[in-house]
């Protein structure tokens, strides 16, 4: 269900705008994500660190979409949420 979450929740509406859908994906990335589903305990060193440095990536992307207007950039936020869904599809 997260996944399908991620995924769906920032398909733009004609109301909204690509600013506001990255800072919609920024905001979820270190509010809900990071505080609440990324348990330091549960992962080893390794596992955590990669698991910070892909929700990272998305924050990243989701920044440098929102100060450019190349489609190139779009691209490189659906392929770093792509990168985080495994952290999300059950085993």
Known sequence: MLLFWLTQMFVLTPSSSPVAE???IMTTIADYFL???VKKDLLAKDEYLEVLALHHAVMVAAMKTKQNTDPSFADALDAAIEALKPVYTPK
């Open 22 to 24: 990255a800072s919609k």
């Open 35 to 37: 505080a609440q589903k």
